[in-house]
C-alpha cells in the first residue's frame, strides 16, 4: 500500500507562483513513474506533467517553460514549482503514481490564480 500526501497550493495572484508537494509513503518516489494531475470543474483529471523513474520529465503544452516537476529522493517527496501563473491553471491538483500495477492518488489540492 502507498500513501501520498499533498501540501502546499492555495491563492495566487496572475503571474505568481506556488509550489505543491507529494510525501509518499515507503522510498518509492525514485523507483517508480509519478505525476501530476489537475482537474478543472466538472471534468476528468488531465495530466499535467510526469517525472519517470529514470528522471525523464514530460510537460503538458500548457505549461510547458512555466511548471517544473522534480523529486527530492531522501525526503520521498514529488514537487510541482508552478511560475508565471494563469487564472486558467486554476483547479484542484492530484499527484499520482503506479506502484505494483496500482494506482495511488493524493488527496487534491486546490490551486486558485485571481486577482
Known amino acids: 500500500q502507498v500513501r501520498l500526501v499533498q501540501s502546499g497550493g492555495g491563492l495566487a495572484q496572475p503571474g505568481g507562483s506556488l509550489r505543491l508537494s507529494c510525501a509518499a509513503s515507503?522510498?518509492?518516489?525514485?523507483?517508480?513513474?509519478m505525476g501530476w494531475y489537475r482537474q478543472f470543474p466538472g471534468k476528468e483529471r488531465d495530466l499535467v506533467a510526469t517525472?519517470?523513474?529514470?528522471?525523464?520529465?514530460y510537460y503538458v503544452d500548457s505549461v510547458k517553460g512555466r511548471f517544473t516537476i522534480s523529486r527530492d529522493w531522501p525526503k520521498n517527496t514529488m514537487y510541482l514549482r508552478m511560475d508565471s501563473l494563469k487564472p486558467e491553471d486554476t483547479a484542484v491538483y492530484y499527484c499520482?503514481?503506479?506502484?505494483?500495477?496500482?494506482?495511488?492518488w493524493g488527496q487534491g489540492t486546490q490551486v486558485t490564480v485571481s486577482s
Open positions: 499520482k503514481t503506479r506502484w505494483r500495477g496500482t494506482d495511488f
Open positions: 515507503g522510498s518509492i518516489v525514485s523507483r517508480t513513474n
Open positions: 517525472v519517470s523513474s529514470n528522471g525523464t520529465m
